[in-house]
């Protein structure tokens, strides 16, 4: 199987920061990563598709970039809103497998 | 807008078989390019992809649930379910379908349903 590592496992940042979450895979993967938003109670939400692709409606403040390995996932101004645990996963290969999440909170 | 809702019993006896069934409905399960999904979340971990079923029927397990789990397709009524047998304590979770364009991940997914093993 495909080991996701995701970095950190737990952040506390302000309104209006700046955000980084960073995504491993134990092999190349090409692009074939996405990112999840889930908050408390709800089902997860897709965000980015094929690393760096917009889901529909997703904001813009949201971006992915990365390629084999290594991945990020950044929001670039943090809203109330964005407070949530965010997830990746690897679609290259079954089975498919999910990072451990990053959980973003208010500082 | 494709929109999919999970059911099925909410508590499942210890060695039963838990099974779901995920109602479809603003796309038919029939069309082509898209593999329907089981993820659970398990209380306090992360998620776990149980399997998939393309429209054709073909299926892919997760290998650490494979012997226990059986995905199938009801065309008729647009829906798709999950079997999962055997079940112990440690398959208690939130379980969700979902549905995957493949190679790009799950884009639209259910609203979860909670599932308890317990005697």
């Known amino acids: 199987d495909i080991q996701m590592t995701q970095s950190p496992s737990s952040l506390s940042a302000s309104v209006g920061d700046r955000v980084t979450i960073t995504c491993r895979a134990s092999q190349d993967i090409s692009k074939s990563l996405a990112w999840f938003q889930q908050k408390p109670g709800k089902a997860p939400k897709s965000l980015i598709y094929v690393a760096s692709s917009l889901q529909s409606g997703v904001p813009s403040k949201f971006s992915g970039s990365g390629s084999g390995t290594d991945f990020t996932l950044t929001i670039s101004s943090l809203q109330p809103e964005d407070f949530a645990t965010y997830y990746c996963l690897q679609s290259k290969s079954y089975p498919l497998t999910f990072g451990g999440g990053t959980k973003v909170d208010i500082k | 807008q494709v929109q999919l809702q999970e059911s099925g019993p909410g508590l499942v006896k210890p060695s039963q078989t838990l099974a779901l069934t995920c109602i479809v409905s603003?796309?038919?399960?029939?069309?082509?390019?898209?593999?329907w999904s089981w993820i659970r979340h398990h209380p306090g971990k992360g998620l776990e992809w149980i399997g998939h079923i393309y429209y054709s029927g073909s299926t892919s397990y997760n290998p650490s649930l494979k012997s226990r789990v059986t995905i199938s397709l009801e065309t008729s009524k647009n829906h798709f379910s999950l079997k999962l047998s055997s079940v112990t304590a440690a398959d208690t979770a939130v379980y969700y379908c979902?549905?995957?364009?493949?190679?790009?991940?799950?884009?639209?997914w259910g609203q979860g349903t909670q599932v308890t093993v317990s005697s």
């Open positions: 979902a549905r995957d364009s493949g190679g790009s991940g799950p884009d639209q």
């Open positions: 603003g796309d038919s399960i029939n069309n082509g390019g898209y593999y």
